[in-house]
């Protein structure tokens, strides 16, 4: 009797060691494995790394913010600022000789301030690139251009957040804000938009205190 359960407890034992061993083996054993683990195999995104990405909008100044103020030499050796337009509706274009996209919208431009500026538009494009004033001159009437270009420094490009891509367009309203702004190359009918956009935003008026005269 002694014998039998001895036995029966060793087979006992044996097949309870069986169980513990089944139950303690990893359920993806034998599945070959993947830095990514699982994720990788069920998760159907694209790489984000490989999606074309969407040219940024410029930092600096955020729309409806004062155009920071600014003074340049124009190819003419006169003193440009910018808040001397206001009542006007001003582009400001980031552009440099190099630029191909600048190339392409510049004649846009052209024609834009043109049509406009009887309605009191005016494009200031700022020359971003180190060429000197001869050859900007040079671009400049080989591609037409009938607005003032001005020099551009590296203390200007940080007032409108340092211009990461070129051209860069900011457009300011009638009274001195910023309406739109964008980098990268626009359509032209993109750019007229915002220049009527612009346009029609009417001048500040300023009320008189009590006191002033």
């Known amino acids: ?74 190819l003419k050796g006169n003193q440009v600022r910018l808040s001397s337009f206001k009542g006007k509706a001003v582009v400001v274009n980031f552009w440099a000789t190099w630029c191909e996209p600048c190339k392409i919208e510049m004649p846009w ?46 203390a200007i490009a940080d007032l409108y957040g340092g211009l990461d891509g070129l051209p860069a367009t900011f457009f300011v309203d009638r009274s001195g804000k910023i309406a739109d702004k964008a980098v990268g190359l626009m359509s032209k009918s993109v750019i007229e938009d915002a220049i009527k956009r612009a346009l029609e935003q009417a001048q500040a008026r300023s009320t008189p205190t009590t006191g002033e005269k």
Do not use: C
């Open 1 to 74: 009797m002694h014998r039998r359960f001895t036995l029966t407890a060793a087979v006992l034992f044996v097949l309870s060691g069986l169980l513990l061993a089944w139950s303690g083996r990893p359920q993806d054993a034998g599945k070959p494995s993947s830095p990514a683990g699982d994720q990788g195999q069920h998760d159907s995104k694209p790489n984000a790394d490989s999606a074309p990405a969407l040219p940024p909008l410029p930092e600096g100044p955020k729309k409806g913010a004062i155009a920071p103020d600014f003074t340049s030499t124009d």
């Open 109 to 154: 431009l052209v024609d834009l301030q043109k049509k406009y500026g009887p309605e009191g538009l005016q494009i200031l494009g700022v020359a971003m690139d180190d060429a000197d004033d001869a050859a900007i001159r040079q671009f400049s009437v080989k591609m037409g251009v009938n607005y003032p270009v001005l020099k551009g420094t590296e």
